[in-house]
């Protein structure tokens, strides 16, 4: 029963993004960005559940503290590195890019008759925290999981977004694909190394 809501997520977390592209519209630039919204979302609450495990399992540990500031800040710069990358791809795949115009776009795109930035944004945060009070508070996790494995994965998930981008930007360099080919290998990737996880 577990695994089959966690297959549900999955799925719910590529139709949104391969629905977007394909019929509302959506650039690949808008697929980047609802990812970027998710995985910021999943970065604030981990830090949440870290806080949790910390005072249940570590109290006033100085050690639990340096190894939370060290894995808090190589995800930062994995996250900005990525981004980089990211952006100077969407150079290559369109010299007149700009970030500000897109994320503008993004916003106030209008879908039947709302502004996706005041349904879409609200609508990942609070799945995401739903996601967390019922998967680590009324469960009780932070009783029993791990910093290093929580952080394991995450990082290992930030390891993944890198290689992604910097594969992307290698490719781009020298040959210019279509957008729908990386919005269907980013929901498909992701959607694997989920189902991995949940394995």
């Known amino acids: 029963m577990k695994l089959n809501s966690k297959i549900i ?11 977007g592209y394909f ?17 910021i979302t999943k970065e604030v609450l981990l830090h949440l559940k870290t806080k949790k495990i910390k005072a249940v399992q570590h109290h006033n540990e100085r050690s639990f503290l340096k190894k ?17 990358l990211i952006h100077v791809t969407m150079l290559f795949l369109h010299p007149n890019f700009s970030a500000s115009t897109e994320i503008i776009a993004f916003m106030t795109y209008t879908e039947m ?6 349904l879409l944004v609200p609508l990942i ?11 680590f508070i009324k469960s009780k996790s932070y009783l029993t ?11 290992t998930s930030n390891l993944i977004i890198l290689a992604g981008a910097g594969l992307s930007l290698g490719i781009s360099s020298f040959i210019i694909l279509p957008e729908w080919l990386f ?4 929901v498909i990737i ?10």
């Open 113 to 118: 008759g709302i502004p996706q930035g005041i």
């Open 145 to 155: 999981l791990k910093f290093e494995f929580l952080w394991k994965q995450h990082l």
């Open 68 to 84: 939370w500031l060290y894995k808090g800040v190589l995800s930062f710069i994995m996250f900005c590195i990525s981004l980089f």
């Open 9 to 19: 997520q999955i799925l719910g977390d590529g139709i949104i993004p391969l629905l």
């Open 23 to 39: 019929l509302w519209d959506w650039s690949l630039y808008f697929i980047l960005l609802f990812y970027f919204l998710d995985l």
């Open 190 to 199: 992701s959607g694997v190394y989920q189902l991995k996880r949940f394995n």
């Open 125 to 135: 945060i609070f799945m995401g925290y739903v996601q967390f009070k019922n998967e």
């Open 183 to 186: 919005v269907i290998a980013i």
